[in-house]
């Protein structure tokens, strides 16, 4: 009776159901939208969150996923599912499964996001404005070239270029409008080396000059699941922290993917390195944290909000870092293997 109690007054969304999903029964808060609801999997309806839950065979707790759900009443909310199995006194097996509502708290993400895609933004303009500069004052050139000129081929030749110079700026355009989409974007499954490659595109024209730039793609057509808005800004911001601590002296960046395991699923290794003067040992256990930054006029939002995106990815991110001649980040994507992340 007594767990009953606290059963019923938990203000998580708790089901108890069979591996098929027929809910055997839920708490007081389940009941005050889902009363009369016969399966969770019904609830949930998001074939990925389903197939983990119901393949799920271990004692240990299951972190599911994050999903959307619209209540009868048209709420929109965000919950993180969790679930474990259990056997009663009776030898049935069961599932219990927890939907945990995280509206308030991605909202609060969304914020910290925007913040961080701003300070990001401000730190490229100058590249932004250098490069297109540079395009303006190409095309003037060759319009010159076709006012002075009397040859018609020429004069198609020049247009051509110009026709060209136009198109890549339009690509170039889009490609920065990546960092500036809303974060609230679908999830997508995408292949990380292209990905890359697009982000590139716009990295590579806004980088001081005493800086070089390589990528290595060992993980050939690998597919990930992730937003591709925030993934961009997940390079950006690594990228702009390689190039803020290189400075003016000459330096290098690698960006580098492979695959690997964990735990015997299948993952895909990013890695950017690069040879600046590295992170000090009496920080390096708190860069990840909100607000931490020992620049003077940095927010602390950057690599917090690059782990936050790589956690909500299914992902991990590391650091390692020799103080005085390079630092390397290490993130960890789950692959997607015949259409479904593992």
Do not use: W
């Not at 000090?280 to 020992?294: G, H, K, S, V």
């Amino acid at each position: 009776m007594y767990y009953k109690k606290i059963f019923d007054l938990l203000p998580d969304y708790i089901f108890i159901h069979d591996k098929d999903g027929y809910i055997k029964k839920m708490n007081n808060t389940s009941l005050k939208y889902f009363k009369g609801c016969e399966n969770i999997y019904t609830i949930i309806k998001e074939e990925r969150i389903i197939n983990k839950i119901y393949n799920h065979s271990s004692d240990l707790p299951l972190k599911a996923g994050e999903t959307s759900l619209i209540l009868p009443n048209r709420d929109k909310i965000v919950i993180n599912i969790t679930s474990r199995n259990f056997e009663t006194s009776f030898s049935k097996h069961y599932k219990l499964t927890i939907f945990k509502d995280i509206t308030h708290v991605k909202d609060v993400e969304k914020q910290f996001c925007i913040a961080q895609k701003q300070e990001a933004i401000g730190a490229m303009a100058a590249g932004f404005a250098h490069d297109f500069k540079n395009i303006l004052n190409n095309i003037k050139l060759y319009l010159r070239l076709i006012m002075q000129s009397g040859d018609l081929s020429q004069v198609s030749k020049y247009a051509g270029i110009i026709e060209n110079m136009i198109q890549d700026s339009n690509n170039f355009i889009r490609h920065v409008l990546n960092v500036t989409r809303d974060t609230s974007a679908n999830y997508e499954e995408v292949m990380i080396g292209e990905l890359i490659r697009e982000d590139l595109n716009i990295i590579e024209r806004i980088l001081p000059k005493n800086i070089n730039i390589d990528f290595i793609d060992m993980a050939k057509n690998a597919i990930v699941r992730l937003i591709r808005s925030r993934f961009t800004q997940v390079i950006f911001n690594l990228v702009l922290n390689s190039v803020e601590a290189i400075g003016q002296n000459s330096g290098d960046i690698l960006i580098s993917i492979e695959r690997t395991n964990i735990k015997e699923k299948p993952f895909v290794k990013l890695s950017i390195s690069d040879n600046g003067p590295g992170i000090p040992a009496n920080i390096i256990d708190r860069i990840f944290e909100m607000f931490f930054t020992t620049k003077p006029n940095g927010s602390g939002l950057g690599l917090s909000m690059v782990k936050m995106a790589i956690n909500d990815f299914g992902g991990y991110i590391s650091v390692e870092s020799q103080e005085g001649s390079s630092t390397t980040f290490k993130i960890f994507l789950p692959e997607v293997v015949y259409g479904e992340s593992v």
